[in-house]
C-alpha cells in the first residue's frame, strides 16, 4: 500500500511512500535493537562525528528539499528552504549534546562518582506535519547522541520530507540506528506499543493523553510536546505598533499552525482601539497563496479536517457575539483567509480549544490582573508573550502566567542552551539544552572509595 502525499493548496499527489504495515512495526524495532550496542559503543565524540557529516548535505539540498517541504505542507518557500537549513546546522548542537552526554566526576572526601548518561536503548519518535522537518531533529538528535536507535514515526501529511531526512542521515549512518516507519495512528499505536524504550512525541495534547496511557503498561520512558493555546497581554504602555507587529506574525506565521502561535490576545483599553486597528491592517496587508507565490505570506490549512474545525469555531464566535474585524470571508479550497475576532471571551470554543489556524482573537481588558487571570485560564501552558515599555512592570506580569516560555516584547523561546518547555497540558518532561537532552537518557550513578 501507497501513503499519498498531498500538496494541501492545490489537492495534487507530491509523491508516495510506501505505508508500513503495522504488523511489520515490530521487526523495524528488533533491528534497531540490535543496531544500538555497537551505536552506543562510538562514545558521544564518535556518535558526533558521524552524525556531523550529514549537516553540509542538508545545506547543499537546501533549494531542493524546501521545495519538497513547501509543497507537501503549504508554508512558503523561503520558510520551507530556511527549515531545511535550519536542521543542517548541526555543529553548535552536537557540542552541547557531547557534553550532555559525557560522564560528569563528582568526588567527595570517600566517594569517587561517575555521574553518567547512558542510553535507553531504542526511542520511538513521534513528529507532526507543521514543522516537518525541525521537529523530526529536535526528537530524533538527542535521541540518537544520547546513544539510542531510533526508529520515527513522522505525520502522514509530510512524509516526503521525513523520508528525504532520514535518507540524509542513512547516507552516514550505520544501517538501522536512525529507520522509518510511514502511516498514521495505526502506525503510531504499533510503534508506541512495541518493544521500545521511550517514547518523544510532539503533537496534539489529544494524541499525547492516547500515548501515555499506551506507554503505561510498560512504564517507558515519555517526553511529550504538545499543543498550546498561547496569549498575548498588550499593556496600556506598550509600544502599540511594535505589539500589533508581533500580533500579526505570530498569529498567521505558517497560516497559525505553530505550536507557539498567538491564540489569544489580552489588551488593555487604553491602547484597544489604536491596536486593533494596527492588527487589521497588518492582517489585510497580509498575501495569501501557494508556496510559490510571489511575496505569499499565508498558505493553507494542511487538510479539509483542519480548515473545517477552524471555520467551525469563527463561525460559532461570531454566532455568540464576536466582531469580525478583518477577514472572515473569501475563504477557498484549503484556505482560511486571514481573520481577526474581535469582543471573543472564554464561553467560546476559539478561546478554549487550540485553533492552530491564521485566526488573532483580542480582548479587551480594564487591568492587568485581569489579563493574567485570563491568561492562567487555560488548560494549555505552552508559550506566553506580554508587550509593555516599562520591562519591569512586564517582567512582574510574565511571571504571573503560568507557561514554559514567556517572552517580553519578543516571542516565546531563549538564548542558545535554552530548553523548550511546556507547562501544565502543554507538555511532559522536555528538550533542547542540557538538561532536555538527558531526558533521552538513564541517568546512572556509579560510585567507588576514593584514593585515600
Ligand atoms: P497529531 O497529534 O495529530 O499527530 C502527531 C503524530 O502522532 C503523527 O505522526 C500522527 O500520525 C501520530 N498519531 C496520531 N494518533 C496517534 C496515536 N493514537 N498513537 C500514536 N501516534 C499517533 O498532531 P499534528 O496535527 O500532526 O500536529 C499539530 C499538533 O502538534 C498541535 O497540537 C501543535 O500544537 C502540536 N505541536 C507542538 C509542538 C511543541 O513543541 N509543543 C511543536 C509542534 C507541534
Given at each position: 500500500m501507497q501513503l499519498e502525499s498531498i500538496?494541501?493548496?492545490?489537492?495534487?499527489?507530491v509523491g508516495v511512500v510506501p505505508v508500513t504495515a503495522p504488523q511489520d512495526v515490530a521487526a523495524v524495532v528488533a533491528r534497531a535493537r540490535a543496531a544500538q550496542p555497537a551505536w552506543e559503543a562510538l562514545g558521544p565524540r564518535g556518535r558526533a562525528d558521524l552524525l556531523r557529516r550529514a549537516g553540509p548535505t542538508f545545506l547543499e539540498r537546501a533549494a531542493a528539499l524546501g521545495e519538497l517541504l513547501s509543497r507537501e505542507m503549504g508554508k512558503p518557500l523561503r520558510e520551507g528552504v530556511g527549515e531545511v537549513r535550519s536542521v543542517g546546522h548541526l555543529d553548535g548542537e552536537l557540542e552541547e549534546m557531547i557534553q550532555a552526554f559525557e560522564p560528569v566526576i563528582l568526588q567527595d572526601g570517600r566517594t569517587v562518582t561517575e555521574y553518567r548518561h547512558d542510553p535507553l536503548g531504542v526511542c520511538a519518535a513521534l513528529t507532526p506535519f507543521n514543522f516537518p522537518a525541525s521537529m523530526i531533529s529536535w526528537m530524533a538528535l538527542p535521541a540518537l547522541m544520547a546513544g539510542n536507535t531510533v526508529v520515527l514515526k513522522p505525520s502522514e501529511e509530510t512524509p516526503l520530507i521525513a523520508q528525504a531526512y532520514v535518507d540524509v542521515f542513512n547516507e552516514v549512518l550505520?544501517?538501522?540506528v536512525l529507520s522509518i516507519v510511514h502511516g498514521g495512528a495505526e502506525q503510531g499505536r504499533a510503534l508506541v506499543s512495541a518493544d521500545v524504550d521511550m517514547i518523544a512525541f510532539t503533537g496534539s495534547r489529544e494524541t499525547g493523553r492516547h500515548i501515555l496511557c499506551a506507554a503505561a503498561p510498560g512504564l517507558k520512558r515519555v517526553m511529550l510536546e504538545l499543543g498550546g493555546k498561547d496569549p498575548l497581554v498588550v499593556l496600556d504602555d506598550a509600544d502599540v505598533a511594535q505589539a500589533a507587529d508581533f500580533a500579526v506574525r505570530n498569529s498567521f506565521r505558517n497560516a497559525g499552525q505553530?505550536?507557539?502561535?498567538?491564540?489569544r490576545i489580552y489588551v488593555q483599553e487604553a491602547v484597544a482601539e489604536a491596536f486593533e486597528a494596527a492588527v487589521v491592517a497588518g492582517c489585510q496587508a497580509l498575501v495569501q497563496g501557494?508556496?510559490?507565490?510571489?511575496?505569499?505570506?499565508v498558505g493553507p490549512m494542511i487538510h479539509a479536517r483542519q480548515r473545517d474545525h477552524v471555520l467551525r469555531q469563527i463561525d460559532e464566535a461570531v454566532a455568540a457575539g464576536a466582531t469580525v474585524a478583518?477577514?472572515?470571508?473569501?475563504?477557498r479550497g484549503n484556505f482560511v483567509a486571514p481573520t481577526v475576532l474581535c469582543?471573543?471571551?472564554?464561553?467560546?470554543s476559539i478561546m478554549r480549544?487550540?485553533?492552530?489556524?491564521p485566526v488573532a482573537c483580542i480582548v479587551r481588558v480594564s487591568t492587568e490582573e485581569e489579563a493574567v487571570t485570563l491568561a492562567n485560564d487555560s488548560p494549555y501552558g505552552l508559550g506566553a508573550v506580554v508587550f509593555g515599555s516599562d520591562e519591569e512592570r512586564a517582567a512582574g506580569v510574565a511571571r504571573r502566567i503560568r507557561a514554559g516560555m514567556v517572552g517580553i516584547n519578543r516571542g516565546v523561546g531563549g538564548a542558545s542552551g535554552s530548553p523548550w518547555v511546556g507547562a501544565k497540558e502543554s507538555g511532559l518532561g522536555f528538550h533542547g539544552g542540557v538538561d532536555g537532552h538527558r531526558q533521552f537518557s538513564q541517568a546512572r550513578i556509579v560510585s567507588r572509595r576514593a584514593s585515600p
Open positions: 500538496n494541501p493548496a492545490t489537492g495534487d499527489v550505520p544501517p538501522d505553530v505550536c507557539v502561535s498567538t491564540e501557494p508556496w510559490d507565490l510571489e511575496g505569499v505570506a478583518a477577514g472572515g470571508v473569501g475563504h469582543g471573543v471571551d472564554h464561553s467560546m480549544d487550540e485553533t492552530f489556524g
